[in-house]
Antibody, heavy 117, light 110 residues
Framework: EVQLVQSGAEVKKPGESLKISCKGS????????IGWVRQLPGKGLEWMGI????????RYSPSFQGQVTISVDKSINTAHLQWSSLKASDTAMYYC??????????WGQGTLVTVSS | QSALTQPASVSGSPGQSITISCTGT?????????VSWYQQHPGEGPRLMIY???NRPSGVSNRFSGSKSGNTASLTISGLQAEDEADYYCSSHTSSSTLLFGGGTKLTVL
């Protein structure tokens, strides 16, 4: 069974750094891309970027380029999304999703990130 | 890139059919058959309902169907049921090799 399990909710202060994770199982992890999607409170879905788990080839949405870093550790079948300096506006739910072809078929359960002083 | 255009809300009675539209450009919806539709219930993550315009993943009811004409894709739900009440999002691959989502449509089952 394909599963993407994300790390737990985080509460951080502005200016702090953060790295959240997405662990894949039940499939050949290094053969697929993993994408990240943001959902602001009460709002729609926004595509942030994607990484190929096999070779770390990474693409970013122009809206998120330079704001976050996407990485992968294939030794533990895990993709990461990280911030070096969080802002209150980063408060959102973040989802990872596996891309098969051009379809995001399996999604993680989401990680809620709250940034507040 | 602007989000794909979806109606903010649609509604229908149990047993009826509804259609949600998703309008883009020739650089996304019109240029590729890589349109997907997702269902999201409150407090849950998105669930893939339709991929590559009109294909249903295993486990998705055949009451859900998808189509595309030009720059507009559509999701049709027939035989509406109470459990269909949710937010629905379309997405499309783009010429910039990014993914673009629609703004979302809230479906209310009356």
């Amino acid at each position: 069974e394909v599963q993407l399990v994300q790390s737990g909710a985080e509460v951080k202060k502005p200016g702090e750094s953060l790295k959240i994770s997405c662990k894949g199982s039940g499939y050949s992890f290094t053969s697929y891309w993993i994408g990240w999607v943001r959902q602001l409170p009460g709002k729609g879905l926004e595509w942030m970027g994607i990484i190929y788990s096999g070779d770390s080839d990474t693409r970013y949405s122009p809206s998120f380029q330079g704001q976050v870093t996407i990485s992968v550790d294939k030794s533990i079948n895990t993709a990461h999304l990280q911030w070096s300096s969080l802002k209150a506006s980063d408060t959102a739910m973040y989802y990872c999703a596996r891309r098969a072809g051009y379809t995001y078929d399996y999604w993680g359960q989401g990680t809620l990130v709250t940034v507040s002083s | 890139q602007s989000a794909l255009t979806q109606p903010a809300s649609v509604s229908g009675s149990p047993g009826q059919s509804i259609t949600i539209s998703c309008t883009g450009t020739s650089s996304d919806v019109g240029g590729y058959n890589y349109v997907s539709w997702y269902q999201q219930h409150p407090g849950e993550g998105p669930r893939l309902m339709i991929y590559e315009v009109s294909n249903r993943p295993s486990g998705v009811s055949n009451r859900f169907s998808g189509s595309k004409s030009g720059n507009t894709a559509s999701l049709t739900i027939s035989g509406l049921q109470a459990e269909d009440e949710a937010d629905y999002y379309c997405s499309s691959h783009t010429s910039s090799s990014t993914l673009l989502f629609g703004g979302g449509t809230k479906l209310t089952v009356l």
